[in-house]
């Protein structure tokens, strides 16, 4: 069931947070890019927008979601632990031996229907998925989330041409549109330029919101969902990479920088503040 | 006239696609005379993804992902090496956890596009896909055989790499002998001393020089190097002195050649190997197939040389 906004903005929180104590118990677990989406999915997952059985992860009638940027993986273990696709318990297990949270998810996990920890596989699959619902007269979506700096990758680009001419109106990817790459802006290694209007070019239907602010993500979603055009449709969320961690949010490498403990406290505390 | 190998399945895959709803079949922009028949019956479960490998790769997953059976068909090199990281994540890895039945049909073995050059030949295809956990190899060498893999292909889950060659090549089996697909090989020929042990097209090189040879050799052909009953082939070795395998590939890269060492290796078998094939260098030259053969040994009449030493030695 749909959450209100306001128990939404407070999911939000407590997944940031939970996000920030996971990655001190993994410090291998990359930490800034799980916290560019955390209002993405916490939208997508507490919003009403994907049909799923937390109990029944192979459940026919599922929306399928597939996280294909896995680096940005570990702020969606607090919310299916959360809504009950496996016990909460197991995330104070993360990364240890015999956990299945890895520092990047993989498809053993309750809830990940695959494995994503290379870049640019998630939308040709999510093509595959979109096809085999509409031959199966289903009515179930595939929603893929890319980063932006995963766009680098040429076979995302064999798959934004497949969607459109393939009218994959069932098919919703979600841009978290961070600007960062592992080493710099994106911009200034292989600059996207107007990514709306190259999405649009390629035969999309452009939907963008600001990633965090809830008051106007929760309407682009309802908007992006609610969008009938016989194509397939993107959101681009513009988002802040290390978002909360003023010091992640200003470094051009926070994709490969942690924290520690202490720091993670400090931020929390700041964040419950 | 013989028929392509690629022809006859995919005549059997029309046969299929027509009893059961949930066959696809793709194909990255590669076609054949038969394909336009399937192309034209089956509108809806035929995609031509187009010059994009990757993305076949991809799209076949996630059908295959969602429970349907898939045929993903291109030129073998770009299909197993333009696309290997999606095979190893999504086919290899996937199908370690969840089910799912892709099947990747690659046309070209070895140098069956000989006027083409290395960018056509598939020399590596083998060695690569035999690496990857969870994969089955498959490589007939006619059409009575390539009909057994796609019966196989489809009656068994799993992703699977069916590597065809790209011309039409004579019976080897017939409706009375049939490929052997629970052991994944079979003695053609019985021998004495020698045995040649081949795949696709090397199959019919070893006929030829065992058809030449002035006492009986032996010809083990393997129709599915991945997975194979090792310990029958061993049976079937261990009566020689002498095994020679015969490979379109690159040798000493995990291909034939390291699979039977590999056995003889593991059982401490004084059987003494020879491995025939490509040394790790491209082939630019132009020619017949059977001339680009012959620039490694890979020829009848060098095997048949080789061969007829090989009688003369007594092993010590």
Known sequence: MALSLSQIKNKALSIRIQ????????????????????EVMTALYYGGFLRMDPKKTDCEKRDRFILSKGHGGISLYPILADLGFFDSSELARICQKDSFLGGIPDCIVPGFETTNGSLGHGLGVGCGMAIALKQKKSKAKVVVMVGDGELNEGSVWEAIMFASHHQLDNLYLIVDQNEKCMLDYCKNVVDLASLKGKMREFGWKVHSSDGHCMEKLLPAMKKLFGDKARQPKVLIAKTVKGKGVPRLEKDPLCHIKSMNVQEIEQIVRELQS | ????????????????????????????????????????????????????????????????????????????PFLTMRAFEQIRVNLSLHAQVRELNVNLVGVGAGLSYEVSGPTHHSLEDLSLMRLLPNFSVLSPCDTVSALSCVDYAIKNKGPKYIRLDGKPLEAVYSDKCLPDMDKGFREVRKGKKVCLVATGYTTHTAL?????????????????????DEAGLFKVLSKYEHVVTLEEGFIGGGGLDTLVSGILTDRASGIHLKRVGFNNKFIFELGPRAYLHSLVGLDEPSVSR???KLNCHNKK
């Open chain 2, 306 to 308: 080789m061969v007829a």
């Open chain 2, 1 to 76: 006239m013989t028929k392509m190998m690629r022809d006859v399945i995919i005549e059997r895959i029309i046969d299929e696609m027509g009893r059961n709803k949930r066959v696809f079949f793709l194909a990255a922009d590669f076609g054949a005379p038969s394909l336009d028949r399937l192309r034209e019956s089956f509108k809806d479960r035929f995609i031509n993804v187009g010059i994009a490998e990757q993305n076949l790769i991809n799209v076949a997953t996630g059908l295959g992902l969602e429970g349907f059976t898939v045929f993903a068909y291109a030129i073998a």
């Open chain 2, 208 to 228: 030829s020089v065992a058809n030449n040879a002035s006492s009986p050799v032996g010809i083990v052909d393997i129709v599915r190097l991945k997975p194979l």
């Open chain 1, 19 to 38: 996000t920030l104590q996971l990655h001190g118990l993994a410090p291998e677990a990359r930490i800034a890019s799980s916290l560019s989406n955390v």
